[in-house]
């Protein structure tokens, strides 16, 4: 069993940034993705940003040259990293991991959630 447990949010002003973690208890194995999604009120949750157990990143057109998601495998953390952040940035954070044994995203796969920061950036 995996558990993630976000922090780093909070208020800032436009302009400004944040850095995300995201502690993962439990171990993963394997192949995996790692990835930050958000969720603003009213709206769907929406991918941010992810990362591959080898590495590979990709970004939501919306935050490519502001955010960076990294991680750092002996400590079991996850970060994103927000500067220039703007008003529409604002929203829950939520953190997780899916494990892909096959190597793919499918029935075998395990998704763990965690449980959302928030982030408000105001203008």
């Known amino acids: 069993q995996v558990q993630l447990v976000e922090s780093g949010g909070g208020l800032v002003q436009a302009g400004g940034s944040l850095r995300l973690s995201c502690a993962a208890s439990g171990s993963i194995f394997g192949i995996y993705v790692m990835g930050w999604y958000r969720q603003a009120p009213g709206k769907q949750r929406e991918l941010v940003a992810t990362i591959t157990s080898g590495g590979s990143t990709n970004y939501a057109d919306s935050v490519k040259g502001r955010f960076t998601i990294s991680r750092d495998n002996a400590k079991n953390t996850m970060y994103l990293q927000m500067n220039s952040l703007k008003p529409e940035d604002t929203a829950v954070y939520y953190c997780?991991?899916?494990?892909?044994?096959?190597?793919?995203?499918?029935?075998?796969?395990?998704?763990?959630w965690g449980q959302g920061t928030q982030v408000t950036v105001s203008s």
């Open positions: 997780k991991t899916s494990t892909l044994p096959s190597g793919r995203y499918d029935s075998t796969s395990r998704d763990y």
